[in-house]
Structures are given as C-alpha cells and as structure tokens.
C-alpha cells in the first residue's frame, strides 16, 4: 500500500497538469475568439462602408437614367465625402472605392463642362490610386478626357498655342493609360494562369 | 520479507483507484468541453486560402463608355451550382459520417470551391476592364492625331491593344463590354 502511493500520486499528478494544459488551451482559445469577434466588428464597419457605395452608385445610375447629372454628381460628392472605416488606415477596398468614385464624380463634371472640378476630382482619386492598376488608369483616362475637352475649348476661343499644348497633353495621357492597362491586362492573366496552375496541382 | 500488496503489482487500492478514477473523469471532461467550444466555433474555410477581400462585392464602376452598369458589375456574377463534395475514406462500408459533421464539410467546400471561382473570375473581371480602358484610350489618341509622329504614336498604341486582345481572349475568352478580336477597329465599341 505504502510503496504505492507514489505511483497513485504520481498519476493524480499527471492527470492534474493534464487538466491544467487543457484548461489553459481552452483559454487560450477563448481569447483568439474574442480577438476574433473584434476583426468582424471592424469588418462590419468596412461592409457597411461599402454598402453604402453601392447604394450611392446605385443613386447615381438612377439620376443618370433621368438624366439628372446633377443628382448623380451629388450621390457621388456623397460618396467621397462618406465617413470612412478605420480613420487614420488606409484600407485597400475602400481605396478601390474612392478612386473609383473619383473617377465617375470627375466623368460627370466633365459631362457636365465643369472642366476645372473634373481636374480637381482625378487628382483627388489619384491619391487613392498610386500603384499602376486599372483604377488609376482609368483615372488617367479621364484626365486624357478633360485636356482633350480644354483643347478643343481653347481651339474654338481662337488659342491655337494653348490648344495645341492641351491635344499633346491628353495624347501623353491617353498613352499612358495604353501604357497602364497593358501592366494590368498582364499581371491579371499571369495570377489567373498561376492560379490554373496551382489548381492542377 | 517484503510485504507483498494483495491486490497485485499494477492493481491500486480502492481509495486510491476512486481518486484516480476522479481525476481522469475531470481530465475527460476538460477535453470534451474543450472540444465541445471548438465545435461550436466556425471552422477556417480552407488553411490556404486567402480569405475573400471585402472589396471582392464591390466592383467599381465602369468606364464612361457603360455607366449604367454600375451596380450590375458591383452586385457580382452569380455562382454556378455547387457539386456536392465526395469525402476520400468513406468507402461503401465505412459507417457514414455524422449528418453535421458531413454538412460542415459540404458547407467548408462549396466555400473553398466559390473562392477559387471569384478568384479566377475577378482575374477576367479586371483583365476585361482594363482593355476597356485601353481600347477607348487608344481610340482616342487616334482621333486626336494629326503629324506623322501623332500618327505614329496611335499606331503603337493600337499595336499594344490588338496584342493585348489576343491576350485576353486566350485566357478569358470573350468580355462582356468590349471586343477580344484581334481585327475589330480601335475602339471597338
């Protein structure tokens, strides 16, 4: 009986650190899931920042339908000037989602002759859209657009000089956008082969 | 002599064999209620993978040729239907698996198999958009030419589009607002 007490003390022991390890894994857990729970709050304040583009451009296309480019103009002024998630980070979707409305707000002003404010839109959407992709590019494309409209502005005010300079400024940027979206056409092929091939796998 | 325990070597007394038997049970009971959390918690979809952007539901807005289609574009392509997934190891004569054990897997693999279409899809997508782009650019720069080298100039650009169509076109096919063929004019639509 004696001499078995260590072994009976030994296994109640073993048993304890066991209860122990598992005890401190399910708190261990508890704590991812409620560092878990926290993301989806922010993710909940990044959706409905994006639901409320949708319904802003949803706006947008029914103004246009009526052609009301006022009305669209403004769901889009709406749009940019929305309280963003996350203040203070910058956040890749709603980037997407600034230089993107940049550029239809930009489309409308131009739309609508306001020239000066659809310049100052693509250089506000720019600054959502720095690296080479389709956003930016399609930003570049209505800056092409808008010297393009300067140009042909200038020419019929009887300034030859100044119009010549706007047609050789929106051909350099409608180059550029070729330039962009070929960089963007290759890089989205190359993932989705990639991707085919990794599937195969 | 050595007093020799009457219950045997491996055998404990009944005192010692209850605290045994306590202590096991709460050891058992830690690990089943762990598990039970764990079950209870949503399962990673798929290790790997990375998870779906939440810009992936919002598409952006087209290019001035198509504003319209806005929200067409942002409210997504309709998924194709899931084949119900068959699990490797359940041979005819292994007892099925448990129904909510099998749903989860089912659910897990339609959520695998729809990321791996938004995946190569938005490839398409962005692929479509940006010949769009550059379809209507080149169209442009070539109403604006004039001299020889503005000529020039909208020939290469017209070059880039003709290879870039043939690019997108062996990869995705067709585009839903722009031409993949290589001859159609500059812009095509």
Redesign the interface.
Known sequence: MTRLRPVVRAIAAVAIALAATFAIGCRARENKSEQDSAQGIVDMELMAFLSEARALHHQANLKEESNDLPGATAAMQRLVSARRPHAGKTTPEVEEVLADAYARLAELQLRQGALEAAAEAVKNGLAHAPEPTYFRGHLIEIEGLVEEARAAGLADAGKPEEAALAREKAIQLLEQVVRIQDQVIQRSLAARDAGATEGAR | MK?R?PHGAGE??AA?RL??VV??L??GS??V??AA??SG?PAPAHPGAEPP???A??Q??P??AA??S??DS?AGEPAPPAQPSTAPGHGPFAPPPPRSAALRQASSDIEISQR?LD??GG??R??C???G??D???G??CG??QSSD?QR?CED?KV??Y??RD??RN??GTCPDVSVERNAPVPSR
């Open positions: 007093h325990h404990l007394p010692s605290r045994v202590v096991a709460l050891t830690g690990i209620a762990c959390r764990k918690e952007t939440a810009g539901q919002y952006a807005a290019a001035p504003p319209q806005t929200m942002m791996e995946v190569a490839d398409c962005n692929a958009r940006a010949l782009s550059m209507r650019a080149a442009r720069l604006l030419a503005e100039r650009a880039r589009v290879s870039a690019k997108v990869t995705c």
